[in-house]
């Protein structure tokens, strides 16, 4: 990857408010299956969260609900203190990726992201920032079949800049990129908090994480098995690795 | 509103499908009123209803069908690529994102009604007058076809989005309006005649009378009525994107 623009020149907003994330008692099931089991944390703005947990765990469950694109069965998913869905102008505080291939193939990366921008009612101009931001400028009038993983994830995360959000979601950004753009990824995702914003990532690297997060959620079977500071957690010497298998029922 | 409204216009001119639906509503008119026009007996062709139902009515039954088909892939197509992620993050008030489907399928399908139904009354008024058979609709007949065509599609559209939306999956809603228009329907009024006078209400019987095909039902009661069938599809449409959680 190329060099590109740190995250200082995005204007991070820090919030006076409510905890940018906050999850209470939150229960969701799918019949009998339990996909996320009275799950309660919250984040501290001005931090990056690492949220980890075997496949199945319910992390990306849990980011739906956050984002409103599942209801809770029970409990409350909240951002700002509110309702995700009950956000004035959402894109302004609120930037998220769960997939890295959420775009139409004939559609352009910069065409994807104008029609999003439109929707937020955001200034053309932030489209080529954001591409800018990401290092897409030069592929943007390609369609978006014709790009590789690490371009699709940077165009997601494009899509998630737009709104200069001050909240940050995630989920699993560093799949497919090359080692350069994970040291790009991790320099961005330090820089956004540093300015002030507030990031949670869902990722199985953990040797990535280690070098990136500030706090850690682990849930394992849609429950909470720990959260707290990366240095508490591993403050007996033992790596994200060990501590992360001990949780979670993984070491051999 | 307008801003969701404005994205969803701006979709539908960003990738080649809506080109590729137009060129395809295009051939098929230009091929359904020539075949009829050119091949079939004059005596066939003779009166105003025979050259309205056989000939220039081309337009308004593949005008819908094709505005059925844009408005179901506003929302399949978001589900089918994921989109629909993206675009439920910077529009989580789904209620609106409903509204905006709608009025933009409304606006394209009123299009493409507006282009089918008058392709079609060029093409059959050149067919019958190269063959010396004299045209017996009138200038108003050719406005009600039109402007018919046009509104039965818009509605069209809209049943198409509430079916999307209600649906989600791509395949089994193209399928099945385009099985409904073109086997379906004519299946239960036509020779099976499982309805009775009924089949004149069906949503495709509608779409015809609105343009002046149906001796029973006027244009305007026929639009009324069609609004009906969308505005119920339209409503289980938001029930389903209000209620259903996405993936």
Known sequence: ?252 | MTAELRAELLKQRTTRTNIGLVAAMAALVLTAVLMHGLLLPADDLADADDQLQIVFGWGEVLGALFAALLGAMTFTGEFRYGTIRPTLIVTPRRDRLVAAKLLAGVLIGSAFGLLAGGLSAVTASAALTARGIDIEIQASDYAVLVLGSAGAAALWAAIGVGLGAAIRNQVPVLVGICAWLLFLESALIGDANLVGDLGRYTPGSLGRAATGQEPLVAPGAALILLALYAAATATGGWLSMTRRDVD
Do not use: C
Not at chain 1, 17 to 23: G, L, Q, R, Y
């Open chain 1, 1 to 252: 990857m190329t060099a590109h623009q740190t995250p200082n020149a995005l204007s991070v907003r820090a919030s006076r408010e409510a905890a940018a994330v906050t999850a209470r008692s939150l229960t969701k099931r799918y019949g009998d299956v339990v996909a996320v089991d009275d799950l309660s944390f919250s984040l501290r703005t001005g931090t990056v969260t690492g949220f980890l947990g075997p496949n199945g765990a319910g992390k990306t469950t849990t980011l739906r609900l956050l984002l409103g694109l599942a209801e809770p069965t029970s409990g409350e998913a909240l951002v700002f203190g509110a309702r995700f869905r009950e956000l004035e102008r959402p894109a302004d505080r609120v930037g998220a990726v769960l997939e890295s291939n959420d775009f139409h193939p004939a559609r352009s990366g910069r065409d994807h992201l104008r029609a999003l921008a439109v929707a937020a009612d955001l200034a053309p101009a932030r489209v080529e920032g954001v591409l800018e931001v990401v290092g897409l400028g030069a592929a943007a009038r390609r369609p978006a079949r014709t790009y590789s993983l690490g371009m699709r994830q940077r165009l997601g995360l494009a899509g998630a800049l737009l709104g200069e959000p001050e909240l940050l979601i995630l989920d699993e950004p560093a799949n497919g990129l090359d080692p350069a753009g994970m040291h790009w990824l991790r320099r961005f995702l330090r820089g956004f908090a540093a300015a002030g914003g507030t990031v949670l990532v869902s990722s199985h690297g953990l040797a990535e994480l280690a070098q990136t997060v500030d706090e850690l959620v682990i849930i394992d079977r849609g429950r909470l098995v720990a959260t707290g500071a990366l240095d508490a957690l591993t403050a007996g010497g033992q790596s994200l690795e060990d501590v992360y298998l001990e949780l979670t029922g993984g070491a051999s």
